[in-house]
Every structure is written in structure tokens, then in C-alpha cells.
């Protein structure tokens, strides 16, 4: 195992000292290694709420991961009081010490919806947002697909909403979306085209004409065939449509007729 750095004398502050330690946890890839930081940052700091961070995204029983955390938003929660929540709310991530707490609720949300808790996970999603309305962690992405399979058209409506912007999975949720309100056939083609335009290659993979590849992207370009894939996977784009069979039956309708 590589040697740990000595980070104790490099800051007077105990919190500022384990945050650096966990910033080096990070980007540690030996997960002994990086287990032993974050046993030393919860030494100087038991309340370090990205120690437990690190140690929920690196475990594999959901169990152990929704503890982890549950106790990172916990740490979080006991650190900083209502005012605080009261003074930043709607700039959290801009402020640099709420990072950790968000990244612990993109954790927690995840896992619950693994875990089948769809509506705590949603309702997890949708705080991140109350707190910090430019989505800097993209939760909007998974949510909006979540709505769609929990059956709540009105929530996807007020993010399309919120959230008017190209993406291939705001143009698709938009489409989506038309079809299921039984929306007039020459607005539904409207969307269609501005869906289309946004990225060509998501109908391929819906409609099952191309395989979707086993790896993920981890970056895409907007319109790009990374940013379809990532879109059309079972757990975002993918499992909304799913859904709703009649919906990509429709779709294919259209697809047909374009060409």
C-alpha cells in the first residue's frame, strides 16, 4: 500500500484538515488505500460527511451503502443548522462546503431507487433541486425518466418546464411526453423533428434497431452517439419509454414515416 501523506500539520482547522485528506481519498484508485484515508479523516473529523461518501460509492450491499449515506447527510445535517439551510438554499453547490451533503443525497437517491423506494427517491431528486436549482450534478436527467415510470405527468411536466433546454433527454421527455397527453398529431410531429434534431441516434436504440453498447459513456457532446447511449439505457431513457408500450409504438410510426 502506498504511504499516506501526513496532511495533520498542513491545517489548523480539523474540518478543513479530514476534507483534505477525503479530496485525496478521491482520487485514490487503491480502494485499501483510500479506506485507511478515510479511516484517518473520520479520526480527526468523526463528522466528516464525504468520509462517508466515499465509503457508500465504494460499497456494493445497498444496505451498507444507504447507511453510509444516510449518516454522510446526518453529519451534514447535525453540522449546519436551519438558518443555514434557510440563508443558501438555491445556491447549494455554489457554496463549497455544501458539496459533500449533495453528493450524499445523489447517493442516497440513487439507492433508494434501486431499492425500489421510487417515491422517497424522487422526492429525494426534487429537494436537490429546491436546493440548488442549476443541477450541477444532473439529477434532473434521472428524474425526469423516474416521473415518467412512476406514472407522474404532472411532475414531468413542471421540469420540462424548468428545464427548457436541446438535450437529447429533455427533447425525448418532451416527445414522450406529447404523446401521452394525446397531444394534436402536427404538435407531436414538432417535437418529433426538434428531438431528432437534438440527437439522431436515440431512435435507432429505442427501437431496439441498434444494440446499445455493454460500457457507458462516461462524457458526451451534445448530439453525439455517447449522449444517445447514456440517454437510452434500461435505467433512464430506455425504462420511461418502456413504460409506455403504445407510446413506442407511436414512435415508430413516425420513425417509418420519415423515411
Known sequence: MAKIINFENELSDSIDKAQDIIW????????????????????????????????????????????????AIECFKKR??????DETIGYFWGVMETRPFMRALQGYG??????????????TFNYMLTLNPSDNQGVRYALVSWLFIADDLKGVRKLLKTYTEGTA??????????ILEK??????????????EANGYVIPYLLKKKRIPAA?????????????????????GAAAWKTYPEALKALAEMANEGK
Open 24 to 71: 485525496y481519498a478521491w482520487d485514490t484508485e487503491d480502494p485499501v488505500e483510500r479506506h485507511a484515508l478515510v479511516k484517518k479523516a473520520l479520526k480527526i473529523d468523526p463528522g466528516c460527511t464525504d468520509a462517508y461518501n466515499v465509503l457508500g460509492y465504494d460499497e456494493k450491499d445497498g444496505d451498507k451503502r444507504l447507511g453510509y449515506f444516510t449518516q
Open 169 to 178: 433527454c429533455m427533447r425525448f421527455s418532451a416527445l414522450l411526453l406529447k
Open 183 to 196: 397531444k394534436d398529431t402536427k404538435l407531436i410531429r414538432k417535437q418529433y423533428d426538434a428531438a431528432v
Open 80 to 85: 449546519y443548522d436551519q438558518k443555514y439551510f
Open 110 to 123: 440513487q439507492i433508494l431507487w434501486e431499492k425500489g423506494r421510487s417515491k422517497e427517491a424522487i422526492e
Open 216 to 236: 457507458i459513456p462516461d462524457h458526451y457532446a451534445l448530439g453525439s452517439k455517447e449522449e444517445a447511449i447514456i440517454y437510452v439505457n434500461d435505467e433512464y
